[in-house]
């Protein structure tokens, strides 16, 4: 006859006398489950009535079997508190309860304080252990420490824990399936596959939260329908139904018994018959638009009308769920609560100007008639009225624009959403563009000079510096989501979306886009006055004169999430359990999605990310999920590294974008066709006045200059044109700074790989080697605006990798001849070498690559 | 688009239901609140638009006559006047060019307009119900500056004289008239009464000020919250309503925390509560509506609206009938018309945002889901609201009495056993638990932020704000 499975009171009497024979002074406090056994408690940790016991709230009232040594008077154990220690060692004095009331502050804080989360661990270690021995599979210790951790999270009662534990293991023979029946006891639903998994925890978790769903009051539409849908169910009869019922209306848990916990979910997320014939049911949890639309809908611009019409622009927010075509699809955004350019009690606002370190309230705000009376004087000295129809007809155009300014965080979610959001974002741009090319076609362009001065101040909030008010000098600027170099990319991405919704991978193309096109051009262009650089923002970016580091938002997943699963290719020990630091990460979804995809598509078991800043602009690691470790802001990296004991399989560093400027430019190469803008890379002569080891070097520059086809771009900077001057276009040095190269090399020994990760607009030109050869480049990736490089210290797990699978192949391979090839594949192939780590196919195809790369370079002719 | 222009119209059950959350939740703030509070006592003032031209229309000159010719000849200094009495009279920048309120440190500053969503006159009528000598000490409260106050001399230099001003007509009985409700009234009215505190004197207006605008904002919150339960219920005890646990830690609280949970549940039962009280209010007022048998279909929801909600303007009863369609079952109809006043979310968002602006309910949109919370400044409102100045009161009676007051569960109670009433949102041996570590979380918070001694033996009391002060 095996032994009974421990209770939580022969736990916590183990914690106790544990603590009891540690502690020195001879006390300690024992804070208890409220409705735990108290006489087995005592009789287990004092068989022979030793200890002196004290009784305080809640315990105060108990009355256990025992008297002796035992009192529930605070004076009484004050004064057994105050015996000699040769006194207390003999005759320890344990406290039970809180010791919260009057008088007894001096037992509170005792030395020795064991908590509940401290019996529950006690708890765990004791149930584990009787379950090893007495139970051969591993599933029940499983189930078990996953519903310690629930108790722990006060998900479950653990007085219930400790019942339901020794109901279930009563008979080891039957410790694998008796639990996922008796869930109910525990306020869970039955659940057959509760022990499936790999880790019961998540299983155990999905249905905490259906019972929780149950309990609570609908505060979703989603939830609605699952409750009306369930009542439904129960109105035709269906059993699972009225028990669900039944335990919603009383709270009993008694109604949970003879559930099962799929049965539930099918009724809650029952997807509506199909005509066509279903498909498998509907996904878990619900995806976003833009996965949506990578998973191919049949019908996309249905779904798109559906997916518009569940909601109203004049709705404060929008978290929705709807089945389309057998996806869950989610929608959960929320506008602003008012708008700059159209406030509630006043005409709409063009622009805004304030002296700089005022804030926006204080703002000077300029209505329609700042840009009427420059249009009316122009069309005064034109003799004509063209230009004040235009400028009416802009203005009638714009106040449509209220709801894109309130939602603009979800600024292409809504045009793609909302048709007639959509059109009116189009009309206001056709209009500007109207204008625009009316003032500027003008032959006597002095006439419009006023007019051209307020078209270029329109649609952002000027920060100047005090001077005269004739002559502001504007220092920064932040743009409306309304403004063209915002609306204008916008709107060709959703028209692309609109155009080909049938697109295979149509989302992360838009995500793609989004991450790189807005604003439409890097600097913007003011007259008398600097120019101004991007800084920060997409939808409402800020330009300012002098532009602080900063790294932009990043919202697609592909590169960090393409980088772990080549790692984990490489490295098969990571698979289990893979750890990542992540300095500086950016802001944005994208790394926090990267690794619930690696999770989700079960790249690894399970990974933890360690997560170090060093600048304010950072993500929010809250955002990162409960996996993350916060180490907080430190000024320099190199020094940390040196000091710290953390290690991890790959290290992200993450560099602010290079501050550019606006630099008259030669621009050798003409504007090509196209969307958007393109690079001119030059390299710029030794200067004479640099540091004696670069002197001789030249230095590269990347310029960035608007394309013909990118319309507002050119526009802009023929508004902002102020004489018969060069264009001054974005300029950028896109090379590792020394104090950069240095921290890289810090982080080296710290991990197996380190990731570099530099934002646009060229990103950076990599060094082959770091530190004399101490980091080897691996290859890159691209992760939104960032491209992402990849070093390591050596190739070996690379090369094993190569060679395994050259094993069986009539080639006999020479490690330093394999990782010379490799080299080269890296340099030659962006990706090449990270891709051997992703699937097993891929090894042949780059080494046919290498084979080809090595026979071309030797024998030109390809023989 | 009905939905949408429906949502959040009073005009329905305004007669019926007191403290109604408006259609404009998002614009009512404390300051708002105390000038439609001061509107409905006193009347506006012709001369708090020349406050407004001064603070937010920088190109029309004031007609401030005690303002010196040197300074409003001189732009740079008028420029320079216009931002020092920014600071002071709207220092939380809720003045708008057509509308809004100032920090009114003078009756004469008080204006009329529809910031507050009606809650301020609500909130006067409510107050004046339960304490008759409210008006006079309203009126000695901005009486005739003494040495030493110096804002109530500002307001007086910048208004001039405010004898004029008369009390207007307010209701005699509290707004509801159930066991309870009455209680209830009696017990928010007096959240104005530290603002009345003798001990402050006038140096103290800015505080006492701050105090009266938050009492008259928890009144208008707490009410709303629970008004169209109450009217519907008319319960006799707290255990007759949902029950409004509040998270006691540190606000927001993180969204794992057990408290945390239980304060969100408790938040969604309690919008649940006022929602279906909401709808069976408009129920009984269209089953109490005999519609003709002979009615033909396509007329019924015009008769039927018509007569039951006669208060409604034209235009709304026309949108209620839109909302409607060809329904002819009461029930029916009610449940579309208050799908249509209060959609799905609606009072969840609305109760969100006036509580949070309190500090009473939080967090902020997109940081988590909606839940009971105590910021410091609404616990040392409530504190100063139920202990006498100059007393101390045991923590946990403490707890009791804001229980008794005001529905609001902290802790697992003394006189009442509050597991109980929370049992239904989860296991009881959580609850419990949850509760007393709710209750010890607020207790050290309420140390470390003074509002409560704790002594050497062991004992924690809750303490009058007016004793710190002396």
Known sequence: MPSKFPTIAAAAAEAAREALDKSRDGLARIELPIEIAIDEFISIVDPEDQIRIGLTDPFRSADPARKRLLSGNARQLTQWRNRPIATRRKNPLLILGEAAGREE???????????????????????????????????????????????????????????????????????????????????????????????????????????????????????????????????????????????????????????????????????????????????????????????????????????????????????????????????????????????????????????????????????????????????????????SEATREFLGAREKLLHLDLW????????LLKPELYEAADAYLRSWLGLTDLVLSQREPAKCRAVREALALVDLDWEYEAE???????????????????????????????????????????????????????????????????????????????????????????????LIVSYAGLYPFACSHLSLLFVDPPKGSGVPNALRAALRRSVVDDLSATVLTTAADAVDWVTLGHRTQYLGRQSQVRSWAEQTFIRANVAFFFLPARPGATESHHGRFEPSRGVHNYFTISAREPSLTGQLDVRDEFTPFVALQPRDSNEVVRRMMEIGRGSQD?????????????????EILALAPLCDWVVVAAPGPMGLVPPRRLGGGKLLYLGREDFGPFALFVYCGDLYAVRKRVEAELTEGPVWPVGTNVEEHLRRLALSVPNGVLRIGRSQGAVTVQVGLMAASHFAEHEPDGV | MT??????????????????????????????????????????????????????????????????????????????????????????????????????????????????????????????????????????????????????????????????????????????????????????????????????????????????????????????????????????????????????????????????????????????????????????RLKRRRVPASTPKTQYARVVVAGAFPDASDKDQELARDAVGRVQDAEKVADRLADALYPAGFLDRGFRRVGRKLGLAGPDRGFGSPRFLLETPALALLSAATVPPGNSIGFRDWLDEIFLRFGIILGPGQRTDCTALLAHLDTPGVVTSILRENQEALRRRMVRAGLAMEYSDGETEVVSPERRTD
Request: proline residues 6%; charged residues 25%.
């Open chain 2, 3 to 284: 939905v949408s222009k429906l949502r959040g119209r009073r005009s329905f059950l305004r007669n019926q239901v007191p403290f109604l959350l408006g259609r404009n939740y998002d614009r009512v703030a404390p300051s708002h609140v105390l000038n439609g509070f001061l509107c409905a006592a006193f009347g506006p003032n012709p001369s708090a638009k020349n406050i407004r031209v001064l603070l937010r229309n920088p190109d029309l000159l004031p007609e401030i006559p005690s303002i010196a010719a040197s300074i409003l000849e001189d732009p740079q200094h008028l420029s320079r006047f216009r931002q020092a009495m920014g600071v002071v009279l709207n220092a939380d920048r809720r003045l708008f060019p057509s509308g809004g309120s100032v920090f009114p440190v003078s009756l004469g500053m008080v204006s009329q307009h529809l910031m507050d969503d009606g809650f301020g006159s609500e909130v006067w009528e409510l107050a004046c119900a339960c304490d008759r000598n409210l008006s006079p000490r309203i009126r000695s409260f901005f009486g005739a500056p003494i040495h030493g106050d110096v804002l109530g001399q500002l307001g007086s230099v910048l208004c001039g004289d405010i004898s004029a001003c008369d009390p207007k007509h307010s209701r005699t009985k509290p707004p509801w008239d159930s066991e309870l409700g009455a209680t209830y009234a009696r017990k928010l009215a007096a959240l104005l009464s530290p603002a009345f505190a003798e001990a402050g004197g006038f140096a103290m207006r800015s505080s006492r000020l701050i105090a009266l605008s938050s009492g008259c904002f928890a009144i208008g919150f707490l009410a709303t919250l629970r008004s169209a339960e109450i009217t519907h219920r008319r319960p006799k005890t707290w255990s007759d309503l949902s029950p409004m646990f509040v998270f006691g830690g540190m606000p927001p609280g993180r969204a794992n925390d057990p408290a945390t949970r239980l304060a969100s549940k408790s938040f969604a039962t309690v919008v649940a509560a006022q929602r279906d009280a909401l709808r069976e209010i408009l129920v009984k």
């Open chain 1, 105 to 387: 502050s001096g037992l509170r804080s005792f030395r020795n304080v064991i908590t509940e989360g401290q019996i529950l661990s006690a708890y765990s270690d004791s149930g584990n252990r009787w379950l090893s021995d007495h139970v051969e599979p591993k599933a029940p210790q499983r189930l078990f420490t996953a519903l310690i951790v629930l108790a722990k999270q006060r998900k479950i009662d653990t007085i219930d824990l400790s019942s339901f534990a020794s109901t279930v293991f009563r008979q080891p023979s039957k410790a694998h399936t008796a639990p996922q029946g008796q869930l109910f006891s525990l306020g869970l639903i039955p659940d057959s596959r509760a022990m499936d998994g790999a880790s019961c925890k998540p299983r155990l978790d999905l249905n905490y939260s259906i019972v929780e769903m149950l309990r609570s009051s609908p505060d979703t539409r989603g939830e609605e329908r699952q409750l009306a849908r369930l009542d439904d169910a129960a109105e035709s009869g269906n059993e699972v139904a009225i028990a669900a019922r039944k335990f919603r209306a009383t709270g009993n848990r008694k109604y949970l018994r003879g559930l099962e916990l799929d049965a539930v979910r099918e009724l809650l997320f029952k997807k509506p018959a199909d005509p066509k014939g279903g498909s498998d049911g509907p996904s878990e949890r619900p995806i976003s638009l833009f996965d949506a639309l990578d998973e191919g809908l049949q019908d996309p611009e249905a779904a798109l009308a559906r997916l518009g019409a569940s909601w109203e622009l004049d709705d404060e927010s929008v978290k929705e769920t709807l089945e389309i075509e057998g996806h869950l699809i989610g929608l959960d955004m929320s506008r602003r609560d008012a708008s700059f350019a159209f406030p509630e009690e006043a005409d709409q606002v063009l622009l805004s100007r304030r002296e700089v370190g005022h804030s926006r309230e204080d703002a000077r705000e300029e209505g329609p008639g700042f840009l009427l009376n420059a249009a009316t004087l122009a069309d005064d000295q034109l003799g004509t009225t063209d230009i």
């Open chain 1, 726 to 742: 060069e264009d001054s276009f974005f300029e950028v040095q896109p090379m590792l700074t020394e104090d950069e190269e240095q």
């Open chain 1, 408 to 415: 603009s965080d979800h600024a292409l979610e809504i045009l």
């Open chain 1, 468 to 562: 005269d008010r004739d002559a502001l000098k504007y220092v920064a600027a932040e743009m409306y989501p309304i403004h063209p170099f915002v609306l204008s990319p916008l709107l060709l991405i959703a028209r692309h979306a609109r155009s080909s919704p049938n697109q295979k991978n149509l989302g992360q193309q838009l995500r793609w886009a989004f991450d790189r096109a807005i604003p439409a051009y890097p600097a913007i262009w003011c007259q008398r006055t600097s120019n101004l650089v991007h800084g920060s923002g997409s939808t409402r970016p800020r330009f300012a004169a002098r532009v602080a580091y900063h790294r932009p938002e990043v919202s697609s997943t592909s590169g960090v999430l393409d």
